[in-house]
T-cell receptor, first 112, second 114 residues
Framework: AQSVSQHNHHVILSEAASLELGCNYS??????LFWYVQYPGQHLQLLLK??????LVKGIKGFEAEFIKSKFSFNLRKPSVQWSDTAEYFC??????????FGSGTRLQVQP | NAGVTQTPKFQVLKTGQSMTLQCAQD?????MSWYRQDPGMGLRLIHY???????DQGEVPNGYNVSRSTTEDFPLRLLSAAPSQTSVYFC?????????????FGQGTRLTVV
């Protein structure tokens, strides 16, 4: 069975700082990779996704992620965070055979 | 497009009571799933379905039942509520038809068992 690890549980940044959130997965076959964001009190929304092709994917609100197959990683990045990016971020893996598997989440707090 | 609709949004139950959380989607997705979200634990899969009439257990299925009689609906039943089932529940639907399994989520149900 697949699993997902998010190593940063709580990240605090100042506005304009750069962001990188780690995500590693374990699964030997072809995967679909996702980052979801959950703003306080809301449901999960898709930030970006990787199915195939260019391993550097761009999402909404200036976020991007890079799939490194050899490292089983799919790290999320943003060059300059804003206070409105304060949220919880979840990495997820899909293998096409069942529902997505999620990491434990990273709570990002951006200080003005 | 309504997407994924969950009801109710909030619910308080007494220990031992039963209830059904409703989930409906209008995107003709074949996959539907239920997750629970607890602090520091991310989303954990309870049950999922790959099509009408087909369901399977996820990571934390105990105390929950599901059925999938139609493509649109995927209700989650709590048989005898326990305080450990206090959580936020999310329903999701997805399709593999476009080559991937991107999930669309409902607004969630916040359940408190006292």
């Amino acid at each position: 069975a697949q699993s997902v690890s998010q190593h940063n549980h709580h990240v605090i940044l100042s506005e304009a700082a750069s962001l990188e959130l780690g995500c590693n997965y374990s699964y030997g076959g072809t995967v679909n990779l996702f980052w979801y964001v959950q703003y306080p009190g809301q449901h999960l929304q898709l930030l970006l996704k990787y199915f195939s092709g260019d391993p550097l994917v761009k999402g909404i609100k200036g976020f991007e992620a890079e799939f490194i197959k050899s490292k089983f990683s799919f790290n999320l990045r943003k060059p300059s965070v804003q206070w409105s990016d304060t949220a919880e971020y979840f990495c997820a893996v899909g293998t096409g055979r069942r529902a997505l598997t999620f990491g434990s989440g990273t709570r990002l707090q951006v200080q003005p | 497009n309504a997407g994924v609709t969950q009801t109710p949004k909030f619910q308080v139950l007494k220990t031992g009571q039963s209830m059904t959380l409703q989930c409906a989607q209008d995107m003709n997705h074949e996959y539907m799933s239920w997750y629970r979200q607890d602090p520091g634990m991310g989303l954990r899969l309870i049950h999922y379905s790959v099509g009408a009439g087909i369901t399977d257990q996820g990571e934390v299925p105990n105390g929950y039942n599901v059925s999938r009689s139609t493509t649109e609906d995927f209700p989650l039943r709590l048989l005898s509520a326990a305080p450990s089932q206090t959580s936020v529940y999310f329903c999701a639907s997805s399709s593999t038809r476009r080559g991937g399994t991107e999930a669309f989520f409902g607004q969630g149900t916040r359940l408190t068992v006292v």
